[in-house]
């Protein structure tokens, strides 16, 4: 085999980690947007954790009740969110690692099969000159003999 038959392979193994590394950086995109909208809503919800001054009806006080549970569900929601967005983060990160390995298998095979090939181109060239410098000395020989 010579490395010019793995040129195919080793582009399609770079092309499966450019894809992979895009992907992890799409999720590690989404997972940071994931995790500023709980901050928010954790300030969100510390602001109205306060017990409220000023209110004066029973109705007032179970809107507000019914509000911080709505904060309360949203922000589980959301740390079910950032915790989902994460694991698929990691196995992101997993098919990069392992992308970036296939292509480094095949480019070291590949540059081992090119310096075989290289050794190889060498000992032609040497067989060819000690081929022409035996020639030579054969016909100066046969030359100089009576």
Known sequence: MNARRLDPLLRRAEE???????DLAEKTRALANHEQRLAELARYASEYAPPASGITS?????????FRERIDDAIARQRQAVEQTRATCDVERARLIIASRDSQVLERLAASYRS?????????EQKELDDLAARGLTQRSALETP
């Open 58 to 66: 029973p109705a007032q006080l179970l809107n507000r009740q019914a």
């Open 16 to 22: 499966r980690e450019n894809a992979a590394a895009r």
């Open 116 to 124: 075989r090939e290289a050794r190889e181109q060498a000992r032609r």
